[in-house]
């Protein structure tokens, strides 16, 4: 069942979006409930899905370091696919998680048709694309 516009209007991702937009948009999604502790990417992995979290909280680790927490309205899961290369980090649920999930060609379908959307994905590539060296 599609997702619905008032849920995705709340997500700051999709916040500059019209209800025809958001209406596409949550034809392409797909519900997805985890446990803590469930892995939803892995370091060096490949990577084909997209994930925005509407509840629940995620660490992400980077060579067994934990580098960053997200929450809801964050979303990871852009870099493989955006550059077709290997996660660049392992993000696991450190609470119960409810999150919206996309495949890396849906994802890139919704980027290249909604600019707004691609400009937020652009600028979280570019505040976590930093090297590990110079963040520290
Ligand atoms: P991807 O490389 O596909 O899989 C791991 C994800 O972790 C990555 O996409 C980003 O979405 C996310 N990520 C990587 N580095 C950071 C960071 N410094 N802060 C927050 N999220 C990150």
Redesign the pocket.
């Known amino acids: 069942m599609a997702v619905s516009v008032e849920r995705l209007a709340g997500l700051p991702l999709f916040s500059a979006l019209s209800p025809d937009e958001l209406t596409e948009v949550g034809r392409y999604v797909t519900e997805r409930h985890c446990d803590t502790g469930t892995r939803l990417?892995v370091e060096g992995a490949s990577?084909y899905f997209f994930f925005v979290i509407e509840n629940g909280d995620a660490e992400?680790a980077q060579n067994g370091r934990v580098?960053?927490t997200?929450g809801p309205g964050d979303f990871?899961?852009?870099?493989?696919?955006v550059s077709a290369e290997r996660?660049?980090?392992t993000?696991t649920t450190t609470s119960a998680a409810d999150l919206l999930v996309l495949f890396g060609t849906e994802f890139r379908v919704l980027e290249r048709e909604l600019p707004s959307v691609a400009a937020k994905i652009t600028k979280a590539i570019a505040e976590?694309g930093r090297p590990a060296a110079q963040a520290s």
Do not use: P
């Open positions: 990417t990577g992400v580098i960053n997200l990871f899961g852009e870099m493989a696919i996660r660049s980090a993000v976590r």
